[in-house]
């Protein structure tokens, strides 16, 4: 059954599968900048932002040696700006000592997590591991009719995933949850495995993330945009240029220092390098 299934998947990954800019190179840098992009942002959006990014970055050295303020300015688009900070941290480590090539490496990179190590490992360097998120274990759970997680869902994929076709069969499985076995409504009369999928109501999508408008996550957001755009401010001057109460800039700057992103100098709150 496993084998079946598998043909019928990357048969439709040949005729369906997105055209995306990263894919067909073997390059880590393009692909480790695609998937910290990717976290928690949708493809559409990563595109065009992947594309200014490479064209101002092209290595890891560029990216190393890059102004920090620039760097979030351009990132601004797609939030969650600790990423652009971690990968440039990432950068200066590869810089300095070389690419790491297998999963154990590449996790001791800065803001590198189990998947996106294994993605890397996978699509760049050849290493026969399956990336585990929330997309696969969605569709894994579905096919053996069971929640699959922690070591289960591990072995699960190791099970499924081919040797000589690991990288197709693991950017097969991102399309198919991106366009068909979605976390709500999954289009099972399309999918080209159903036959094999016992049981798509076995998965329970995880609840929808808190609003942006007013919270934590929006207000580091400006305030980060904001010493990126305008240097180092007092707490005085954030308040006044970033048009946020100082109830939501305190808290913000607070969360800010704790992860490394800006630093208290002199009175004023600017970026760390």
């Given amino acids: ?66 102004d920090r303020a620039e760097l979030i300015t351009l990132w601004a688009g797609l939030g969650y700006q600790r990423r652009a900070i971690n990968l440039q941290r990432a950068a200066r480590a590869i810089e300095a000592s ?18 996106t190590a294994a993605a890397v490992a996978c699509f760049a360097f050849g290493e026969p591991v399956p990336a585990v998120d929330t997309n696969l274990k969605r569709i894994l759970s579905r096919w053996y009719g069971e929640p699959l997680s922690g070591s289960e869902l591990v072995e699960a994929a190791v099970a499924e995933m081919p040797v000589d076709d690991d990288a197709d069969w693991a950017q ?8 068909i076995c979605r976390p709500r409504e999954p289009a099972c009369e399309v999918c080209p495995v159903e036959e094999w999928c016992i049981d798509p109501a076995v998965y329970e999508p995880p609840p929808r ?10 207000a580091r957001a400006t305030v980060l945009r904001t010493i990126a755009r305008d240097g180092a401010l007092s707490i005085e001057s954030l308040v006044e240029r970033s048009g946020l109460e100082l109830s939501r800039v305190e808290p913000a700057i607070s969360s800010l220092i704790s992860d490394g992103s800006v630093q208290r100098r002199n009175g004023v709150i600017c970026l760390r390098d």
């Avoid at 999963?103 to 998947?115: D, Q, T």
């Avoid at 097969?172 to 366009?179: I, K, S, T, V």
């Fill in 1 to 66: 059954m496993a084998a079946e299934r598998t043909r019928a998947l990357l048969d439709w990954y040949g005729e369906n599968g997105r055209d995306l800019p990263w894919r067909g190179t073997s390059d880590p840098w393009p692909i480790l900048v695609s998937e910290v992009m990717s976290q928690q942002t949708q493809i559409s959006r990563v595109i065009p932002a992947w594309q200014a990014f490479m064209e101002r970055y092209p290595t890891p050295g560029d990216l190393a040696r890059a």
């Fill in 209 to 218: 993330q808190s609003a942006y408008e007013g919270s934590v996550r929006q």
């Fill in 98 to 115: 070389g690419w790491p090539t297998e999963v154990a490496g590449l996790l001791e990179l800065p803001g590198v997590g189990p998947y």
């Fill in 172 to 179: 097969a499985l991102m399309d198919l949850g991106a366009a």
